[in-house]
């Protein structure tokens, strides 16, 4: 046997570089947060001191308007005006009759979502092939996530249609995981890239939160009534060269389920609708675990806090930012992009973080950008972003 054969060859390999090569987002027409105040007083029948209550929650949300597909389509030239668009969400969601009247069934609702979602998510993917400057033809897997409905055929099956993809394109479907959701399909889709660096993963997140409005006087679903809304994001996931040197570069994901949690962030199926309740205690979880799981991920790729440069935090309300904020200790100036988007579009579930990249995409070569979400669990999902630095030789 030759010497060559007895001892193992050394190989030297470059590690694909993963990027986010562009983004999409789309959203419905908008009402005003005041607007939504008076429809949640009309379903949940509130006593004088519970409708002082259910104002002061919605208007301390942080929110000045929230999209509804309800309201209308934003790209339809006879859009709405503004107090017909309250009308048209109050035809399908009437004052409530008394304590018995839960509103519209689920089966209602979902009927609804599977007319609405395709259309928006189509919206959101063609804008993010638009700006990657990737042609449906290149894509090689789609990746879709929604938490606000169930169909079959899905939301999958519609793009495929709608966007002209192969139809021999491999498919992943994240449901009902909740406002994390995209930092999950985004890992997924760095993984098959990173495998296979001919690939092209289109990740399409849409969310119409507004199909679930509760009915009735109880105060956990009523703050999920004040933060909510529609949206839908998309990127298009692929590997870094000289092509698209400039795109973000996704270096790292990691996850973290905080410990007696389970309570604190709950998202199930009912009879009129699905139910979101919030826990009170969970800023004081977020305070308690975020920055010790924070600080050992980023140490492993020998960061501080300090060296972040740029923050994108999902919105999932004022109080859960404040608690980021202060367990990071984060200058008030890193949530301002969070707050925008919060403010000008509401709580859009797992596309939410999407529109905040995409708003911070022309500062994230200032230096390292750090994504997180939290949902239900209670789960913490983390991104890193780095420069689009060339990487030393690995041997294996």
Not at 33 to 42: A, F, T
Not at 183 to 201: I, M, P, Q
Not at 308 to 316: L, V
Request: aromatic letters at 6%.
């Amino acid at each position: 046997m030759s010497l060559l054969g007895d001892s193992p060859v050394k190989r030297t390999r470059r590690e694909t570089l993963v990027g986010l090569l562009g983004i999409g987002t789309a959203s419905p027409a908008t009402v005003t947060q005041e607007q939504l105040l008076q429809l949640s007083i009309e379903v949940s029948r509130p006593t004088p001191s519970q409708k002082a209550w259910l104002t002061r929650l919605f208007r301390r949300s942080g929110i000045q308007a929230c999209g509804s597909v309800l309201a209308g389509i934003a790209s339809d030239r006879n859009i709405l005006q503004p107090e017909q668009r309250l009308e048209s969400i109050r035809a399908f969601y009437p004052p409530s009759t008394g304590p018995a009247d839960g509103g519209p069934t689920t089966e209602a609702r979902m009927v609804r979502y599977a007319a609405e979602a395709p259309a928006m998510a189509a919206s959101a993917a063609s804008g993010a092939l638009l700006q990657s400057q990737t042609t449906p033809a290149e894509i090689t897997h789609l990746f879709t996530a929604s938490c606000t409905g169930f169909m079959a055929p899905g939301l999958d099956c519609a793009l495929i249609q709608r966007l002209g993809l192969s139809p021999e394109i491999r498919r992943l479907h994240v449901g009902f995981m909740g406002c994390h959701a995209a930092f999950n399909v985004l890992a997924a889709a760095r993984d098959v890239v990173r495998a296979d660096s001919r690939a092209r993963v289109l990740v399409c997140c849409v969310e119409l939160c507004s199909l679930h409005l509760a009915y009735g006087w109880e105060p956990g679903k009523l703050v999920a009534n004040a933060l909510f809304a529609d949206g839908a994001g998309a990127a298009v996931i692929g590997q870094l060269d000289e092509g698209n040197a400039d795109a973000l570069r996704l270096s790292d994901t990691a996850s973290m389920l905080m410990p007696n949690s389970r309570e604190a962030m709950t998202w199930r199926i009912g009879n009129h609708g699905f139910e979101m309740t919030l826990s009170p205690g969970l800023p004081n979880l977020i305070r308690e675990y975020l920055r010790p799981w924070c600080e050992k991920w980023l140490a492993r790729h020998g960061l501080k806090i300090t060296d972040i440069a740029r923050w994108a935090i999902h919105p999932g309300g004022p109080s859960i930012l404040d608690a980021v904020g202060e367990a990071l200790a984060l200058p008030n100036e890193a949530l301002d992009h969070s707050r925008e988007v919060l403010a000008q579009h509401g709580n859009m579930s797992s596309a939410t973080v999407l529109f905040i990249l995409r708003k911070m995409l022309e500062h994230m070569h200032d230096g390292p950008c750090v994504a997180l979400g939290l949902g239900p669990g209670l789960m913490v999902e983390g991104m890193l972003f780095r420069e689009n630095a060339d990487q030393p030789a690995k041997i294996s």
